[in-house]
């Protein structure tokens, strides 16, 4: 990129000298002249951006519209300097026209690579999120919980009071530890999928906030898994707002085919949206980016029976391929 910075700096001095002859009325033929030089400048700097550069469609934007204004300038140096009006020399403003043109699609591009990094960026550090779940999970059964166990299994024989409230209090810490660990990383979901691993969402809700969850997830393919991970974690999340947010007592979760595509629904009897909307508090955050690199619309808002939904709509069944890298962003809540 030194290149491409001392050349861009050339040309923004050769583009400032000819701003000023401009704005002096100094000369025509100078003012051609450093207009010229500056736009080609630019243009030369253009062509050394290199293709790995991160930001180059950005780059690439900012030269062109600097082009873009050293070739205003240069045309308009011309005009003034022919003795009588040329107005071929107008003709001169398409090629003008077309470096801006091209600098708004450089910048669009730009927006879309950065978006694209976002997303990258986001799976990152989902994926790793995921991976640290699984290893703590993993270990919390293998190893605390097995130990717990064998204290438990231990400490039967004893028949004092004091052995039963020790073993009271193992059990309890193993019903916990059974908890965290199917919180952090449900065993079902990579087992059995992911409409197992719903109805075992829906039934440590009960057995832990005492509310009614239903789950119908009748005829849902097996997903890639990081696909079946992402909608397991936008319900549990969803499960977890109606529950503490809400005040939520009947939950619906349905999950299947639609047309050609996906659709999962969670219906609450909740509060509904609080009236500034759900702020990223609400856990909509990590809802988003999950659905965002799913490639699926999202919706959050108000049920037209009360209480909140919470809508996510594939456009194929994801049964082909594993969750794709960009697309649609989530829809606004209608």
Do not use: C
Not at 51 to 70: K, M, S
Not at 161 to 179: M, P, T, W
Request: without cysteine.
């Amino acid at each position: 990129m030194s290149k491409v910075v001392a050349l861009a700096g050339v040309g923004v001095a050769l583009l400032g000298t000819a701003i000023v002859l401009e704005l002096g009325n100094l000369g025509p033929q100078t003012e051609l002249w450093f207009g010229v030089g500056a736009g080609v400048t630019f243009l030369l700097a253009l062509a050394v951006v290199p293709a790995a550069e991160p930001r180059r469609f950005t780059v690439r934007a900012r030269l062109l519209a600097a082009a873009g204004i050293a070739a205003l300038i240069a045309v308009a140096a011309l005009w003034q300097g022919t003795v009588k009006p040329a107005p071929e020399v107008l003709l001169l403003l398409i090629p003008v026209a077309l470096l801006f043109a091209t600098a708004g699609l450089a910048l669009r591009e730009s927006a879309v690579e950065q978006r694209r990094a976002r997303l990258r960026e986001a799976g990152s550090r989902l994926d790793g999120a995921e991976a640290e779940r699984r290893r703590w999970a993993r270990e919390l059964h293998d190893e605390t919980l097995q130990e717990l166990a064998a204290v438990q299994v231990l400490l039967a024989p004893g028949t004092p009071a004091a052995l039963a409230d020790a073993r009271e209090i193992v059990g309890r810490q193993i019903q916990s530890l059974r908890r965290l660990i199917a919180q952090m990383r449900p065993l079902a979901l990579d087992a059995l999928g992911l409409a197992a691993a719903l109805e075992d969402l829906a039934r440590h809700a009960r057995d832990r906030d005492g509310v009614e969850v239903a789950v119908a997830a009748h005829g849902l393919p097996r997903l890639p898994a990081p696909a079946e991970t992402a909608v397991y974690r936008i319900v549990q999340e969803a499960l977890t707002n109606a529950v503490r947010h809400a005040g939520a007592r009947h939950i619906q979760v349905e999950a299947g085919p639609h047309g050609t595509g996906l659709r999962v629904l969670v219906r609450d009897d909740g509060t509904g949206p609080p009236p500034g909307g759900f702020t990223a508090g609400h856990g909509l955050l990590g809802i988003r980016e999950r659905a965002e690199l799913l490639g699926a619309d999202l919706f959050v808002g108000a049920s037209a029976s009360g209480g909140t939904v919470v809508r996510l709509d594939f456009p194929n069944q994801l049964t082909d391929a594993a969750p794709r890298g960009a697309g649609p962003g989530p829809a606004a809540p209608r």
